[in-house]
């Protein structure tokens, strides 16, 4: 880690004579960040319980004693982070821009190690831009949600950072946006677990086109996206090995709105979406065929509702609300199996309040979270769930950062 540190403040120092002599100028930036956190039970959850989902089902011992009913908790400073923004020379007509921003996080058990936030560049002419390299996925977009925990409203609300070709074109009030993007840190789930390859081999990015209306405080806008996977290029029937062609093609919609003046921020998006376990939502897809040769597969995406409203108030002290509410839709084929994210889930339901003291330069805030999970029993016939039971989780969030 001393060695990332060292290159990045020796790219920081290289930046600031580089900008004195080749029209260059930039702006570096940060945040130390803590994070306390409080369960009453276990959950599905990433990093070690700070990027948090759902309460994980009952599971039973030999007496009858829930194994999953343990309260957990922590203290961490793995969201720590370091920016640089950089304004270039024109290229032609275009403004030139560009962004490297890292944290601490890490990755599966590499926690408090450098890991790539963002990192792109960026070509203006005015009305058309185009962007090249990682930031936040399109769904997650320009309205989230304004909230203490660190998973930002997912699995309600997409939430990814991916490599991406971004084109966007303004007019007037009307924004325009068109995308082809990859996986890197967060990925599609499949019959090997979650893996990058199944987009790599689909050799068919994920496609997304949004448009969005900007005028005085309000902001309002739609989108469809579409991600074509390839589960497997092999199989195995009786020890022999065989070479498949499978695909699943998944297409989702999104709607959003957001309300912005200097005290009120009113935030709401809904999504009908099929097989988006790659920005951190359940769902899949299911086996609906099988060649009884070859061991080819078909498969039936599952679809999934999921909304949320979020609302604050204030400047220096800010009270907030949250609501979630997810559907498990089932697919539109009979299945026999499910590949995916929470695919025993029917509903999820979250409601969150905190309240934060926000000064230049700090803020520090507490969050109540209560989420709830109905498990149950998959319906072959259409994929949904039937006998279902509620498990819930109380999550208390506490967090300093100091901002730079």
Not at 88 to 105: C, H, I, Q, Y
Not at 107 to 124: E, I, P, Q
Request: hydrophobic share 35%.
């Amino acid at each position: 880690m001393r060695k990332y540190l060292f290159l990045f403040t020796f790219l920081l120092l290289s930046a600031k004579s580089f900008a004195q002599d080749k029209d260059f100028n930039y702006k570096f930036y940060g945040q130390i960040r803590t994070d306390f956190y409080y369960n009453s039970r276990a959950n599905e959850e990433t990093v070690d319980g700070l990027f948090y989902m759902y309460p994980k089902d009952k599971v039973y011992d030999a007496t009858g004693k829930d194994l999953n009913a343990t309260a957990n908790g922590s203290f961490y400073t793995l969201y720590t982070r370091l920016g640089i923004d950089v304004q270039g020379p024109r290229l032609g007509r275009a403004k030139t821009s560009a962004k490297v921003e890292m944290d601490f996080r890490g990755s599966g058990t590499t926690f408090s190690t450098v890991r790539l936030r963002h990192a792109y560049l960026n070509l203006d002419w005015g009305k058309p831009s185009l962007l090249l390299g990682q930031t936040w996925h399109p769904l997650y977009g320009d309205v989230a949600p304004q909230i203490l925990n660190l998973n930002m409203g997912a699995p309600f609300q997409p939430f990814s950072r991916a490599p991406q070709i971004r084109f966007r074109y303004k007019a007037g009030d009307i924004q325009l946006t068109g995308a082809a993007i990859w996986q890197s840190q967060y990925l599609s789930q499949g019959p090997d677990g979650k893996s990058q390859k199944y987009i790599k081999e689909s050799c068919i990015p994920e496609i997304y086109i949004g448009a969005d209306d900007k005028r005085s405080n309000w902001r309002v806008g739609a989108c469809i996206e579409m991600i074509s996977v390839k589960p497997r290029t092999q199989s195995v029937v009786e020890d022999e090995v065989y070479k498949v062609d499978e695909r699943v093609t998944a297409l989702s919609y999104e709607v959003h709105m957001k309300y912005t003046s200097p005290l009120w921020y009113v935030a709401a998006k809904s999504i009908l979406g099929s097989n988006l376990t790659q920005v951190s939502m359940l769902g899949g897809y299911g086996v609906k065929s099988t060649d009884a040769r070859t061991g080819e597969q078909e498969y039936s995406p599952n679809r999934n509702s999921s909304s949320w409203l979020n609302i604050a108030y204030g400047k220096k002290w800010k009270p907030a609300v949250f609501l979630g509410y997810m559907k498990n839709l089932g697919t539109s084929d009979e299945i026999s199996k499910m590949y995916g994210t929470g695919t025993n889930v029917d509903q999820l339901v979250s409601t969150s309040a905190e309240l934060t003291y926000n000064v230049p330069h700090w803020k520090l805030g507490v969050e109540y979270n209560l989420t709830s999970a109905w498990y149950g029993s998959m319906k072959s016939s259409n994929g949904k769930i039937i006998d279902t039971h509620s498990v819930s989780n109380n999550r208390l969030v506490a967090t300093v950062l100091f901002m730079f």
